[in-house]
């Protein structure tokens, strides 16, 4: 069987997203449908929140093509400012764990959150 277009089209995203596609007969309320001309081809898990933050690091690390500790500071900005705009330092503990990624303090997070917000 052949898979519809938009399935493929989507594929990269949830693979970034790290979502998981699902049957159209398998979808569950929580599941978002992807429509086609009025048609449900599929749908689409999200992630659960568990996790969330591994992988937002991960996102910026592929984005950046270096783990966030071999950064230069200015890499390390940019990550900073990347991980803000995705909404990374609502989570809990976030400073600290961007902090461990990066090898510098929590402090160094949150003087370049400072740096952004001005």
Do not use: C
């Not at 493929?8 to 699902?22: H, Y």
């Not at 898990?45 to 690390?61: C, D, N």
């Amino acid at each position: 069987m052949t898979q519809h277009p938009l399935v493929s089209t989507v594929q990269p995203l949830l693979a970034a997203l790290g979502a998981t596609l699902v049957a159209a007969e398998e979808m569950t309320k929580s599941d978002v449908p992807l429509v086609w001309e009025g048609k449900v081809v599929a749908a689409v898990r999200l992630p659960a929140m568990h996790g969330a933050m591994q992988r937002l690091i991960e996102s910026v690390e592929r984005e950046l093509g270096a783990n966030l500790a071999l950064l230069s500071r200015a890499e390390k900005q940019r990550a900073i400012r990347l991980l803000d705009e995705r909404g990374a330092f609502i989570l809990r503990r976030a400073v600290e764990d961007v902090a461990d990624a990066m090898g510098v303090s929590r402090i160094t997070v949150y003087n370049y959150l400072n740096a952004l917000h001005r």
